[in-house]
């Protein structure tokens, strides 16, 4: 059985062979990347994290998505190094863009109507711009409680309407505190992104 650190290590080698590479990340190759974790706790890592919604698998087993980040289908478009990729929450866009301190580029949809959303992120940095960022307080489920509900607004008072709707459980910051704060979010899976040498 694997430990949770372990699992966690296992976790952000997926998020940076997918950064790295691009493509799914079989369990052979997590375990020839993740330094001596044995390869059948790798695969219980798996199966633990998939349980819990904290990777995406594909059909044939293998990891298309992890650390929020995706290949598979997911609300928020992410252009990383040349790749489309997707996001689970509009955060994640943000945080992996200035974690890694790579140019980047978001689309999506405000939360409220539905208006298209292109947010350049020149060296993973956010501009001074009229959006804004519904952080959600999150729950027992990751997906459901804190991804699904945090979305960029395209206005203040569009992110006041979203959140009277979703009650107050969250908050609503600017892109730049966004920024600065889901750098520090995903600064171990840069870290990974850095050992593995696909910075």
């Known amino acids: 059985m694997a430990g949770a650190d372990e699992v966690e290590l296992v976790r952000r080698t997926a998020f940076a062979l997918l950064v790295r590479d691009g493509r799914p990340v079989a369990a052979d190759d997590l375990a020839a990347a993740t330094d001596g974790v044995d390869p059948q706790h790798v695969v219980d890592a798996l199966e633990e994290l998939a349980a819990d919604g904290l990777i995406d698998r594909g059909a044939a087993g293998a990891v298309v998505g992890a650390g929020g980040l995706t290949l598979a289908a997911a609300p928020h478009g992410l252009l990383l190094r040349g790749r489309d990729y997707r996001t689970w929450c509009a955060y994640d866009a943000i945080g992996i863009a200035a974690a890694l301190r790579e140019s980047a580029a978001i689309?999506?949809?405000?939360?409220?109507?539905?208006?298209?959303?292109?947010?350049?992120?020149?060296?993973?940095?956010?501009?001074?711009?009229?959006?804004?960022?519904?952080?959600?307080?999150?729950?027992?489920?990751?997906?459901?409680?804190?991804?699904?509900?945090?979305?960029?607004?395209?206005?203040?008072?569009?992110?006041?309407?979203?959140?009277?709707?979703?009650?107050?459980?969250?908050?609503?910051?600017?892109?730049?505190?966004?920024?600065?704060?889901?750098a520090g979010a995903w600064s171990g899976y840069a870290r990974e992104v850095e050992r593995l040498g696909a910075a």
């Open 107 to 182: 689309s999506t949809r405000c939360g409220v109507c539905e208006r298209a959303i292109a947010l350049p992120l020149p060296g993973g940095a956010t501009a001074d711009r009229p959006e804004r960022l519904w952080l959600s307080a999150g729950g027992v489920r990751m997906r459901e409680d804190f991804c699904a509900p945090t979305v960029l607004l395209c206005s203040s008072e569009h992110a006041a309407t979203w959140s009277e709707r979703q009650a107050g459980r969250g908050r609503i910051i600017d892109l730049g505190t966004a920024s600065r704060l889901g």
